[in-house]
C-alpha cells in the first residue's frame, strides 16, 4: 500500500538544539498531518496543512514548533529550541483528498531529548 | 474542542473470542469515524471505517456507529492471536482534523 516515510527513525538531541523532523508523504497526497505519541499511548494533534498553510494546530503545538513544505519536498517539523518534555514519538500522515479517505501513516521518528 | 474517550482501557480475551471495543465522542459534527491498529514499534493502520448510522462488516470485523449517542464501537470475531494489538479510534471533523481515542490494548491469549 503507500507508504508514509520518515527520516530518522530515532534522533537524540541535547536540550535546547533544534531539531528538524523529516517525512516523505505518499505522493498524489494533499493533506497533512504530524502527531505526537508517548509511551505508545494516545495519539495526540499537533498541526494538519493543506496547500501551503497550516489549517488547524493543537495546543501542544508550542510557539517552538513550525512546519513546512518547500516546494513540494518533504513535510518537515521543526523544534527550535527544544525541551526535556519533546521526548516522543512523532508521527507523520497524510491523506488523498477531502472526502472519507484513509489517512496513512509513517513509522514515526522516536526523539530523544537529553 | 473534540473529546474522544476509548473503553476500556486493556482487555484480555482467549483465542476465538468474540471481542467489543467501545469509542465516545463529543462532537456531534463529527463527519468520518475510523478504528486504527497499531502493533508495538510499529505505524497505526486503518482497519475500517463509517460515516452512517448503522454497521458495516469487514471479514471478522464489525463497526458499529450510532451518532444519536455519540458512540461507536468494533466488534471481532474469532479473535486470533495476531490480533493482539492497541487499537485506536479515530473521529474526523469538517476541517479534516483526526482525533484519536486513549486506546485500547488488546491481549488475544492462544
Known amino acids: 500500500g503507500p507508504k508514509v516515510l520518515q527520516i530518522p527513525s530515532h534522533q537524540i538531541i541535547d536540550m535546547g538544539q533544534m531539531v528538524t523532523l523529516n517525512c516523505d508523504p505518499v505522493s498524489n497526497h494533499l493533506y497533512f498531518y504530524w502527531y505526537k505519541q508517548i509511551l505508545g499511548q494516545q495519539m495526540e494533534f499537533l498541526v494538519n496543512f493543506y496547500n501551503g498553510k497550516v489549517m488547524e494546530k493543537s495546543k501542544l503545538f508550542k510557539d517552538q514548533f513550525s512546519v513546512e513544505r518547500p516546494d513540494g519536498s518533504y513535510f518537515t517539523l521543526k523544534i527550535q529550541p527544544t525541551a526535556l518534555e519533546d521526548s516522543a514519538v512523532y508521527f507523520c500522515?497524510?491523506?488523498?483528498?477531502?472526502?472519507?479517505?484513509?489517512?496513512?501513516f509513517g513509522k514515526g521518528t522516536r526523539l530523544t531529548v537529553v | 474542542q473534540q473529546n474522544v474517550q476509548q473503553s476500556p482501557e486493556s482487555l484480555i480475551v482467549p483465542e476465538g473470542a468474540r471481542t467489543s471495543l467501545n469509542c465516545t465522542f463529543s462532537?456531534?459534527?463529527?463527519?468520518y469515524f475510523w478504528w486504527y491498529r497499531q502493533h508495538s514499534g510499529k505505524a497505526p493502520k486503518a482497519l475500517m471505517s463509517i460515516f452512517s448510522n448503522g454497521e458495516k462488516e469487514e471479514g471478522r470485523f464489525t463497526i458499529h456507529l450510532n451518532k444519536a449517542s455519540l458512540h461507536f464501537s468494533l466488534h471481532i470475531r474469532d479473535s486470533q492471536p495476531s490480533d493482539s494489538a492497541l487499537y485506536l479510534c479515530a473521529v474526523r471533523a469538517r476541517t479534516g482534523k483526526l482525533t484519536f481515542g486513549d486506546g485500547t490494548v488488546l491481549t488475544v491469549k492462544p
Open positions: 500522515a497524510s491523506r488523498v483528498g477531502q472526502a472519507n479517505t484513509e489517512v496513512f
Open positions: 462532537d456531534s459534527a463529527s463527519q
